[in-house]
């Protein structure tokens, strides 16, 4: 009795291992605390751990798996000090040690070491070392890390193969220091990828040939036959390819020599290459956000329900379909040296995966325009002051911490891209249908996306969004060309800077005119059908997935569009002053001056703020008299003494004063209307 009283505290003890909210589950799936225990101890039994504790959900496995490691690299913590005090019990007592110069042997040591080993590992393979890795502030110094690891991997092969450079650096001084230069400016994911495709080929030559390297050609082109006939697929031919010509490069093998470039070898693979597309599934491209999801998005950033990270996320979704960022480039975007300024949010992308040290474009700008909007909500100024409050912003080399577990402060630690995308998961989850205010979008009761959904979208949708809308839209290649691309990184004239400014500006503007006051391209039936298709299979009715995307309304043209918000009165915004109060001051200031200001063709809005007069013609636009802080009504432009024409106003008064003008070209003269922009309306900009 006694003996199972032991057992049953000892079990208890070993189950209090895990925290309280894991242990229930933990234990109608396992018997006992050691077999959970054990499982730990394998990748394998890991993830099947890790399943049972988030009930095989993707984003709470996702947010467990940080917990977990940690825990796993603690009972190996605990379980090396133990053992480590039961060896202390059995040592024979030492002789005394008498003080000596040991700094010069131990100097010496290294030098020796320096020169005899080829390559020595700095950096640990346990699940202890990873996780410190991942804490590391700088993401440069896991950049760094990452790349030695890869490259002691190539450097065992090329040793092993004894290519030429082998001989060249067996009489350096610091060999570790050599390997890490003859690989020259590549990075670690490409040292990564090319790792991975020459393994397979070398266990199969060990295998089937009983070589480390091939010493014929149909060594290589057997190899590619084999791998054809197991269904691989179609990249893989290229990929060993460019893994070779890596190592026949860094490895000095003469051009005669290589493999890589040899023509046979380079038609066998094309050949296969062709053959397995062929019979490959059709390439699924990243599908676009829906219109309603960048709306719901924005609305999101002013949500104040909604947690501090979580709507910092929204903004920076946002973010990446304005700038056509990766989710990738997203934490190389330098937080210190992102600006906002009455012409836009501009930041410095300090990496991507064709710029940063060693290209020709080492730093690229991103720009978003200051009235860019589709909801008519100043999301790009509230997520900005968001994303500066101490709780999130602090001195640090990426973009993004790593969030508190309640999501409501960062953590020094660095995110990484597959996190990021979980974040953003979760985002799209939270996210709610947007409906239609007075004057902007707001949120609706109803939760936009279902679950089933969110496998839909991929880290790339946001990176091809507004190229693709710009196309759709009529703008022309040369300026789409801007986007996405930062050509000007590449570029050291100011000039060619501020021309891409502008450019991307114009654009964002196009697009952001087009989706809300209406545009013949706009279609967004074959992306909603996709998604109902997508939905069908999945189990999701129609009125819970495509029928919650749907935000179009048909303007006088017939043309599709949102038809609210445009365009955005940002200064009027900012100041914090609901519809209702702007209201009463507009009642409070009628005495002396004329509100009805529908008896006039041109009226100016009058800013709270900085009293900022912005000339507008009746009907032109989609800002109304009775929207703004205060409006005054006008016969004739030059009496309206205008800080600055509205964009949209002036240009369809201009084109009607053109038309004019052709109709009637006989008459020179020129009303007190004559349509002409303000020489200071730049002080607007």
């Given at each position: 009795m006694a003996t199972a009283s032991a057992e049953a505290g000892k079990g208890q003890a070993c189950w209090n291992v895990f925290p309280a909210e894991w242990t229930e589950?933990?234990?109608?799936?396992?018997?006992?605390?050691?077999?959970?225990l054990e499982l730990l101890e394998s990748p394998e039994g890991f993830e099947d751990v890790l399943g049972v504790i988030s009930g095989n959900d993707i984003l709470q496995a996702a947010l467990m798996r940080g917990r977990l490691?940690?825990?796993?690299?603690?009972?190996?913590?605990?379980?090396?000090?133990?053992?480590?005090?039961?060896?202390?019990?059995?040592?024979?007592?030492?002789?005394?040690?008498?003080?000596?110069d040991s700094s010069r042997a131990q100097e010496t040591f290294a030098v020796a070491a320096n020169a005899l080993v080829p390559f020595i590992r700095k950096h640990g393979k346990s699940g202890l070392g990873k996780s410190l890795l991942a804490v590391e502030e700088d993401p440069d110094i896991l950049e760094s890390r990452e790349r030695e690891r890869w490259v002691e991997v190539l450097s065992v092969y090329i040793i092993d193969a004894q290519l030429p450079v082998v001989a060249l650096i067996e009489g350096s001084e610091d060999r570790r220091q050599a390997w890490r230069r003859v690989f020259g400016a590549r990075r670690a994911k490409t040292l990564r990828n090319r790792a991975r495709s020459f393994k397979h080929f070398r266990m199969w030559l060990e295998t089937v040939r009983g070589l480390t390297w091939p010493s014929r050609v149909s060594d290589v082109t057997d190899y590619l036959e084999e791998r054809s006939k197991d269904g691989c697929g179609f990249s893989v031919p290229g990929d060993l390819l460019a893994a070779l010509s890596v190592l026949e490069s860094v490895g000095r093998v003469h051009m005669r020599d290589r493999f890589s470039s040899d023509e046979t070898v380079k038609a066998v693979a094309q050949s296969i290459t062709e053959e397995l597309q062929s019979r490959a599934a059709p390439r699924r491209p990243a599908k676009l956000y829906t219109t309603a999801m960048l709306l719901a998005l924005e609305i999101h950033v002013l949500d104040e329900d909604a947690s501090l990270f979580s709507r910092i996320i929204a903004w920076v979704i946002s973010l990446q379909h304005w700038t056509a960022m990766r989710a990738d480039d997203v934490q190389w975007l330098d937080p210190g040296r992102m600006t906002l300024t009455d012409s836009g949010l501009s930041g410095v992308l300090r990496r991507t995966k064709t710029t940063g040290p060693g290209r020709r474009?080492?730093?690229?700008?991103?720009?978003?325009?200051?009235?860019?909007s589709l909801s008519g909500n100043d999301w790009l100024q509230v997520g900005f002051a968001l994303f500066r409050q101490p709780e999130v912003f602090w001195e640090r080399m990426y973009f993004l911490p790593f969030p508190s577990a309640d999501w409501t402060y960062g953590v020094k630690k660095h995110m990484s891209p597959e996190m990021l995308n979980v974040c953003i998961k979760r985002v799209l989850a939270e996210l709610s249908v947007p409906q239609r205010g007075e004057h902007a979008w707001v949120k609706g009761s109803m939760s936009l996306l279902p679950q089933e959904l969110l496998p839909y979208w991929s880290g790339h949708s946001a990176r091809h969004w507004l190229p693709s809308w710009a196309a759709t839209l009529g703008v022309p290649k040369p300026d789409r060309d801007f986007l996405g691309r930062w050509q000007a990184g590449a570029h050291e004239s100011n000039e060619y800077i501020v021309t891409s400014r502008e450019v991307v500006h114009r654009v964002q503007m196009h697009v952001v005119e087009g989706a809300v006051v209406g545009h013949a391209g706009v279609d967004e039936r074959p992306l909603?059908?996709?998604?109902?298709?997508?939905?069908?299979?999945?189990?999701?009715?129609?009125?819970?997935?495509?029928?919650?995307?749907?935000?179009?309304?048909?303007?006088?043209?017939?043309?599709?569009?949102?038809?609210?918000?445009?365009?955005?009165?940002?200064?009027?915004?900012?100041?914090?002053?609901?519809?209702?109060?702007?209201?009463?001051v507009t009642v409070e200031d009628e005495d002396g001056l004329d509100r009805d200001v529908s008896?006039?063709?041109?009226?100016?809005?009058?800013?709270?703020?900085?009293?900022?007069?912005?000339?507008?013609?009746?009907?032109?636009?989609g800002i109304m008299p009775?929207?703004?802080?205060?409006?005054?009504?006008?016969?004739?432009?030059d009496s309206a003494n205008a800080d600055a024409w509205c964009k949209t106003c002036w240009k369809k008064v201009s084109c009607e004063e053109a038309a004019a003008s052709q109709e009637d070209s006989s008459s020179g003269s020129s009303s007190s209307t004559e349509v002409e922009e303000p020489e200071h309306a730049s002080q607007e900009e």
């Open positions: 589950r933990l234990r109608l799936k396992y018997p006992q605390p050691l077999v959970a490691q940690a825990l796993r690299n603690q009972l190996v913590v605990k379980r090396k000090i133990a053992q480590s005090q039961v060896n202390a019990g059995f040592k024979k007592p030492r002789l005394p040690v008498y003080p000596s474009a080492r730093e690229v700008p991103v720009y978003v325009g200051r009235e860019v909603l059908n996709e998604l109902q298709e997508f939905a069908n299979a999945r189990g999701v009715s129609f009125a819970r997935g495509a029928a919650r995307h749907r935000v179009w309304r048909t303007n006088d043209s017939g043309h599709r569009g949102l038809l609210l918000g445009f365009p955005l009165d940002y200064e009027h915004i900012t100041e914090g002053l609901d519809v209702e109060a702007a209201l009463e008896s006039f063709p041109y009226w100016v809005s009058i800013s709270r703020r900085s009293q900022f007069r912005r000339l507008h013609a009746k009907d032109k636009c009775w929207s703004v802080f205060r409006a005054e009504g006008f016969r004739s432009v």
